[in-house]
């Protein structure tokens, strides 16, 4: 980390954050991968400011479309407001980008959680949740009686995917199916806004009903018979297919990534039908790897640096605090997820001491230590550097370099940014402490080009997972 000296003279007001950092007077026909199928749908939202393409150019049409972001495209859509709030939710704080679209989501009844409390803003959205949305948004309510062998007349989400087909927003795939489990991406999910907007067709935007009903519980999800467990795994692929049946020829229900742990429930050759929270479904066999001993505890503490009193640096409209508290936040929701305990430093804009922020880790029983910070200097450095402390070759120092190296490694391909390296350097925050400990600097926020990126919530989120995957790494070589 090199010194902020001066960082105070490029300080400016926070800007707000959006989805994805929007590209100034674009066209679909400028973004490089749009499928000639959705370019006039896609090109309606665009002029619409209801989505975006991405500051490379790309439109990333196949990517997965996850609650949130959906949320976010309704609201835009319905001009909701977007201040940012608190929720009724405990997994949406204020700090997330469309927590603004979310609560006035739900208070209009457009959305609600699952049965939980939770809202899982990172969850993809499936096709019969799309139906519920996309009816409940626009108040399209079904003419006539449609009928799809794998949709019950008495489902919950019957009456929803029944509207949206019947005015032709949705009329399910060639074989006569409706899939209402199968997951949606950026291109399907504009192409079903756009028709339910389009000013062309018998539906335009409008204010739901006052007298929206109670939402229904989340979709149900197929019966499943299996609830014997005969093994927990781990996974080891950075993202892992999830399939409907033991091979690659049936549809894709979701993914893992590494690191997740998973119930085996059963083996066919091959492959195992693996549960993970309430995703379902058969992987292959060479992705898992036996689950760690209750011996091998892991709990890593993360530490969003700076805080409260202590702005850290300041440039190009970003004040490090806030940015680190928000890449920190995903780093633990990834963590968790994937079954490693997690303590915070901080959960909020406070200064914890140094020395504090350590005791705070070995009070919570941590085995690791991840400090999180954004640089800055000239306008010409640019990049990614993580940081341990070694006086010698113990084996806490021993580990801090291996646990500073796999996040490192995984931290410049995820940002796409220059690879400054692992450097051995005595700041107190990681040499202060009895833990393998790092410290991760993000990107400089001084520079233009890192700062456009710091400034997207699509990189905070793969600089938050690639942290994660390092720290699932650094364990999975521990252990």
Do not use: C
């Amino acid at each position: 980390m090199l010194k902020k000296i001066g960082s105070l003279l490029f300080a400016l007001s926070v800007l707000s954050l959006v989805i994805f950092q929007p590209i100034q007077e674009v066209s679909a026909e400028e973004l490089s991968d749009i499928p000639d199928r959705s370019k006039e749908n896609i090109q309606l939202l665009i002029e619409k400011e209801i989505i975006f393409g991405y500051t490379d150019g790309t439109f990333k049409p196949k990517n997965p479309v996850s609650r949130q972001e959906a949320t976010a495209m309704i609201g835009r859509a319905l001009n909701l407001d977007n201040t940012k709030q608190e929720t009724t939710f405990p997994d949406v704080t204020s700090h997330m980008y469309a927590s603004g679209y979310i609560a006035s989501a739900t208070e209009k009844g457009i959305i609600t959680g699952h049965s939980d409390g939770k809202f899982r803003p990172n969850e993809t959205v499936t096709r019969a949740q799309m139906a519920i949305i996309i009816s409940r948004a626009f108040n399209i309510k079904g003419e006539t009686k449609r009928s799809f062998p794998d949709v019950e007349n008495d489902s919950l989400y019957y009456e929803a995917i029944n509207s949206i087909a019947s005015a032709g927003i949705s009329v399910g795939y060639p074989d006569g199916t409706f899939k209402p489990y199968n997951k949606l991406t950026r291109e399907e999910f504009s192409i079903l806004v756009a028709k339910a907007i389009s000013e062309n067709g018998d539906y335009v935007v409008q204010e739901p009903s006052e007298d929206v009903p109670e939402e229904p519980q989340e979709p149900e999800e197929p019966k499943d018979e299996t609830v014997e467990v005969i093994d927990e795994r781990i996974v080891t692929a950075d993202s892992l297919n999830v399939r409907q049946g033991p091979s690659i020829d049936y549809d894709i229900v979701g993914k893992l990534t590494t690191g997740n742990a998973v119930k085996v429930h059963k083996l066919e050759g091959d492959w195992a039908y693996v549960s993970h929270g309430e995703l379902k479904g058969y992987v292959h066999t060479y992705y898992l790897v036996a689950k760690p001993g209750e011996a091998t505890p892991r709990t890593v503490a993360i530490d969003p640096g700076h805080g409260g009193r202590d702005p850290g640096a300041s440039a190009n409209g970003l004040v490090e605090k806030e940015v680190v508290l928000d890449v920190s936040l995903m780093v633990r929701d990834y963590l968790k997820d994937s079954g490693i305990d997690v303590v915070m430093t901080r959960q909020s804009d406070w200064y914890p001491s140094l020395d504090g922020r350590v005791a705070i880790a070995q009070k919570g029983n941590a085995d690791a230590f991840v400090s999180v910070h954004a640089n800055a200097f000239m306008s010409s450095a640019t990049g990614v550097e993580t940081f341990y402390y070694a006086a010698g070759m113990t084996d806490r120092e021993r580990k801090s370099y291996h646990l500073a190296k796999f996040i490192n490694d995984r931290l410049y391909k995820a940002m796409d940014m220059n690879n400054r390296g692992v450097k051995n350097v005595g700041y107190r925050v990681i040499k202060a402490t009895t833990l393998p400990s790092v410290l991760t600097e993000i990107g400089f926020l001084t520079n233009d080009h890192d700062a456009r990126k710091l400034k997207t919530q699509h990189y905070r989120e793969e600089a938050a997972q690639a942290i994660a995957l390092g720290i699932i790494d650094y364990y999975n070589w521990r252990d």
